[in-house]
């Protein structure tokens, strides 16, 4: 259930980073509830997830996945670069996540 827990919380945390692009780019009062929300749901499901998963695993992972999710969102939707430096950075990053979880 923890490592349930630790991928929404990855999604929600790249639902933030979503949202704060589009705060910046409409200055709406919508995104930024929404951008609050999701942050605090992601943090939230850390913690949970902490209770059981070590904290450096745990962090590691919560945060590879918010900079994997923020930069796929980037390419999908709003325009950003999809040269094959980026993708095969965020392939490490995945690479690393996954041997972080098989050495835990």
Excluded: D
Aim: charged share 10%.
């Amino acid at each position: 259930m923890a490592w349930f827990a630790l991928i929404i919380a990855g999604l929600f945390e790249t639902f933030g980073v979503a949202m704060m692009n589009q705060y910046s780019v409409s200055k709406n009062w919508k995104p930024l509830v929404l951008l609050i929300l999701g942050f605090c749901a992601s943090l939230f499901l850390l913690e949970y997830s902490m209770n059981t998963i070590p904290m450096g695993t745990a962090y590691a992972i919560w945060t590879g996945f918010g900079v994997v999710g923020g930069t796929v969102v980037g390419m999908l939707f709003y325009g950003e670069s999809r040269s094959w430096k980026r993708i095969l950075f965020i392939t490490i990053i995945l690479c690393s996540s996954v041997g972080l979880k098989m050495v835990s």
